[in-house]
């Protein structure tokens, strides 16, 4: 590593969020805006209002342009992204399916269970998670520990154990006494997308921030599905619109956290998706098993308790299955109580 790493000698986390977005990509994620790509799907793509707001001669520009408050004022300020190859840093998936289920259930759980998920129609899942995990370990009532994201298969996705913590996935009513957030649980069955399946993200977000304002919950997970919807419809343009809309909604969660009393200051994030794509025009959209590095995906990291800032360098590979460990280090926990097959926690962020 380049950058010296240390847990504060108090630990300060209290709260933890995960953040996943669907299957974006390494190369947009570092380099911004792909013109090879951009062109492939629009001839007259440099006409566009996105290439001229999103263009740039390096990729440090392109990205800081698609994604400012992400790369200008958290990665500054406040963390560190692991995942950059040409930094000779590595993020990789220990499933071999390179798809959402598998990925999501091994960032959960912290194990692949190739032999056993293998399908995004996988009923239940069979295994515990992270948020079960933490729901029990720190005695949290149902409205303490959420899940609020687009994909309706987070409903199977989350837990072993339906029904002990609030999941809001899909296409489902959020109950709020709030008119602007009732408002939206309607209107959210009155904006269908192109896809079945899942709802758009502004209403997963909405939702998501109406639940921590009212509960405070300590323990919270948000899953934003569009990179990975736009993508598959071979909308490039969409996707780079997507990923800027993202940042706004990071930088307006990371307001309310830097506000709220019960947040300041004691809340640690990870930031990262469930598989990779393709990097050539031919499978850009594309991922699973049969689509050359969608393996390599990228994971960032922002907490009171940890000093490291900026992109990680000439690191150790880390990996999605080390995800609900790490998050129990946060906290001062230890996983491996629940499932000792999973991944450890990420030491490179503990490291004295």
């Known amino acids: 590593m380049t950058a010296v790493t240390a847990i504060s000698a108090q630990q300060q986390t209290k709260n933890v969020i995960l953040i996943t977005l669907d299957g974006a990509r390494t190369q947009e994620i570092f380099g911004g805006l792909d013109e090879e790509i951009f062109r492939s799907t629009n001839k007259s793509f440099q006409k566009t209002a996105t290439y001229k707001r999103f263009s740039a001669a390096t990729a440090k520009e392109r990205r800081e342009k698609l994604m400012p408050f992400f790369w200008k004022t958290l990665l500054v300020s406040y963390g560190s992204i692991a995942g950059d190859r040409e930094l000779n840093s590595s993020v990789q998936t220990t499933n071999k399916l390179f798809f959402s289920y598998p990925g999501y259930s091994e960032m959960l759980t912290g194990q692949a269970h190739d032999d056993v998920i293998k399908s995004n129609s996988h009923p239940q899942n069979p ?3 992270v948020l079960d995990f933490l729901q029990k370990k720190l005695k949290l009532d149902k409205d ?3 899940d609020f994201s687009s994909w309706d298969a987070f409903e199977r996705i989350s837990t072993n154990s339906p029904g002990k913590f609030v999941i809001n996935a899909g296409y489902m009513a959020y109950d709020s006494t709030d008119k602007e957030i009732a408002g939206l649980s309607r209107a959210q069955f009155e904006t269908l997308p192109a896809w079945n399946g899942a709802r758009f993200d502004y209403y997963t977000f909405r939702f998501a921030l109406a639940h921590m304002r009212k509960f405070h919950p300590r323990v919270i997970h ?3 599905d569009e990179t990975d919807d736009w993508a598959h419809e071979k909308n490039y343009e969409r996707l780079l619109q997507t990923l800027n809309m993202t940042d706004g909604f990071l930088k307006e969660l990371w307001e309310l956290v830097q506000t709220d009393p019960t947040y300041k200051g004691r809340t640690s994030f990870i930031i990262t998706t469930d598989h990779g794509r393709g990097k050539t025009i031919a499978d850009w959209h594309d991922h699973g098993a049969d689509v050359a590095e969608a393996q390599n995906i990228w994971m960032a ?5 940890v000093k490291l800032r900026g992109e990680w360098k000439d690191a150790e590979t880390i990996y999605l299955n080390q995800v609900p460990a790490t998050l129990c280090r946060y906290l001062n926990l230890d996983y491996s109580d629940q499932n000792p097959k999973a991944g450890k926690p ?3 962020l ?3």
């Not at 990291?301 to 308790?305: R, W």
């Open 346 to 348: 990420i030491e490179q």
């Open 301 to 305: 990291f922002f907490s009171p308790d």
């Open 144 to 146: 303490q520990v959420a």
């Open 222 to 224: 948000i899953g934003f």
């Open 350 to 352: 503990f490291a004295e």
């Open 127 to 129: 295994y515990p998670s």
